[in-house]
């Protein structure tokens, strides 16, 4: 059983700054890639940004610039640090991770979502 806990969303005003967390814990063999996805209301869940096991990141052209992706392969975590938010940043933020589990099964999970909103 594998489960990823999302942390660090919340209120926050334009310009300002967040942290997101999300650990991974479970019967975990390996991770691959790690990403963040997120949510607005009505409209299609979309990639934030994504880093490889080896480092590598992808950016949605929306938040290049802003936005940092890291991950912590020891703790299983990956984080996203975002700056400089606007009012369209406001969403449902999803941890996803590709997984293989110690039974060898692969898999794709996602966290619980958080909420972040972005208003003054």
């Known amino acids: 059983q594998v489960q990823l806990v999302e942390s660090g969303g919340g209120l926050v005003q334009p310009g300002g700054s967040l942290r997101l967390s999300c650990a991974a814990s479970?019967?975990?063999?390996?991770?691959?890639?790690m990403g963040w996805y997120r949510q607005a209301p009505g409209k299609q869940r979309e990639l934030v940004a994504d880093i490889t096991k080896g480092g590598n990141t992808n950016y949605a052209d929306s938040v290049k610039g802003r936005f940092t992706i890291s991950r912590d392969n020891a703790k299983n975590t990956v984080y996203l640090q975002m700056n400089s938010l606007k009012p369209e940043d406001t969403a449902v933020y999803y941890c996803n991770a590709a997984i293989l589990t110690i039974t060898r099964t692969g898999g794709d999970y996602w966290g619980q979502g958080t909420q972040v909103t972005v208003s003054s």
């Open positions: 479970g019967s975990i063999f390996s991770i691959g890639i």
